[in-house]
């Protein structure tokens, strides 16, 4: 997936300019999921300020999910859950690379309930191509369509396509705490 990302600042007068425009530079194609993309592309902390910091701030993140007061901006691309299921499915390779991959984010994934997890986030999401299905911890779940959008109040959940196509979608995840 390649996904093309403009980024504006201000000049030495303070004037808006173009600082970049390239293609997104942390992309993932998954080797053992096949079909899984993602894409990070961009991360404030907390406290962010404007004009912001040079740099690439995806670059240097740490964790796929936000401190509270923080937020990320994502792409990810859904292959179709039969993969998961296909003989040569490695779900050891595969939990390795997740963890690799999307650091803070892998490790909220439960390993006795496939693609179930729950992040301190309010999360902004919006399939943007194919379809997919929003799963909660009680197994209810609602199928989405191209341009539904979920605000996602820190819920456990899981997102499972059982379609035979992919499915991609952007996430804006907004950190949070959680009420004890």
Same mark, same amino acid.
């Given at each position: 997936?390649?996904?093309?990302?403009?980024?504006?600042?201000?000049?030495?007068?303070?004037?808006?300019?173009?600082?970049?425009?390239?293609?997104?530079?942390?992309?993932?194609?998954?080797?053992?999921?096949?079909?899984?993309?993602?894409?990070?592309?961009?991360?404030?902390?907390?406290? +962010?300020?404007?004009?912001?910091? @040079?740099?690439? $701030?995806?670059? %240097?993140?740490?964790?796929?999910?936000?401190? /509270? =007061?923080?937020?990320?901006?994502?792409?990810?691309?859904?292959?179709?859950?039969?993969?998961?299921?296909?003989?040569?499915?490695?779900?050891?390779? +595969?939990?390795?690379?997740?963890? @690799?991959?999307? $650091?803070?984010? %892998?490790?909220?994934?439960?390993?006795?309930? /496939? =693609?179930?997890?729950?992040?301190?986030?309010?999360?902004?999401?919006?399939?943007?191509?194919?379809?997919?299905?929003?799963?909660?911890?009680?197994? +209810?779940?609602?199928?989405?369509?191209?341009?539904?959008?979920?605000?996602?109040?820190?819920?456990?959940?899981?997102?499972?396509?059982?379609?035979?196509?992919?499915?991609?979608?952007?996430?804006?995840?907004?950190?949070?705490?959680?009420?004890?």
């Amino acid at each position: 997936m390649t996904i093309r990302r403009i980024v504006t600042g201000h000049n030495a007068a303070g004037k808006s300019v173009f600082v970049s425009d390239s293609e997104a530079t942390r992309n993932t194609a998954f080797q053992h999921v096949r079909g899984f993309v993602t894409s990070l592309l961009w991360e404030t902390l907390p406290g +962010a300020k404007v004009p912001a910091e @040079a740099g690439d $701030p995806a670059v %240097a993140a740490t964790s796929w999910v936000p401190a /509270p =007061g923080g937020s990320n901006l994502m792409f990810i691309t859904f292959p179709p859950d039969s993969v998961m299921g296909s003989p040569d499915f490695d779900p050891a390779a +595969a939990g390795g690379e997740y963890m @690799a991959v999307l $650091p803070g984010l %892998a490790e909220k994934f439960e390993m006795d309930n /496939p =693609g179930m997890h729950c992040t301190d986030s309010v999360d902004y999401a919006v399939l943007l191509e194919g379809e997919i299905h929003l799963e909660l911890d009680d197994g +209810a779940s609602r199928q989405l369509a191209p341009k539904d959008v979920v605000i996602q109040n820190g819920t456990r959940h899981a997102w499972r396509n059982k379609s035979e196509k992919p499915a991609t979608m952007l996430f804006v995840l907004v950190g949070a705490q959680r009420k004890l």
